[in-house]
């Protein structure tokens, strides 16, 4: 059974910087596209960045240039680097797992940024 665990979460002020990691169980990271999808109150949930197993990657545009994912494939894990953190930026951020018709979803983690 594939189950995704983020991490990283939490308070940070505006201009801070946050990781957030995903460990992947059950199945190994390589062989699925990743993303990072983020949800704020009132809002839909919307892809941040993604990582396809070519690692080819892509970034909404709202944090192109703030935001990198990245991927270790022996920690079965991905990464979601966030700096220059800003009040829209707060959600709560999942892990997802992407493979033809399947796909899998962390529990999420809550990133709130406010000074």
């Known amino acids: 059974q594939v189950q995704l665990v983020e991490s990283g979460g939490g308070l940070v002020r505006p201009g801070g910087s946050l990781r957030l990691s995903c460990v992947a169980s059950?199945?190994?990271?390589?062989?699925?596209?990743m993303g990072w999808f983020r949800q704020a109150p009132g809002k839909q949930r919307e892809l941040v960045a993604s990582?396809?197993?070519?690692?080819?990657?892509k970034y909404s545009d709202s944090v192109r240039g703030r935001f990198t994912i990245s991927k270790d494939i022996p920690k079965n894990t991905v990464y979601l680097q966030m700096n220059s953190l800003k009040p829209e930026d707060t959600a709560v951020y999942y892990c997802?797992?992407?493979?033809?018709?399947?796909?899998?979803w962390g529990q999420g983690t809550q990133v709130t940024v406010s000074s």
């Open positions: 059950g199945t190994l990271i390589y062989i699925w596209d």
């Open positions: 990582i396809t197993r070519t690692n080819s990657t």
């Open positions: 997802n797992s992407h493979r033809y018709n399947n796909d899998y």
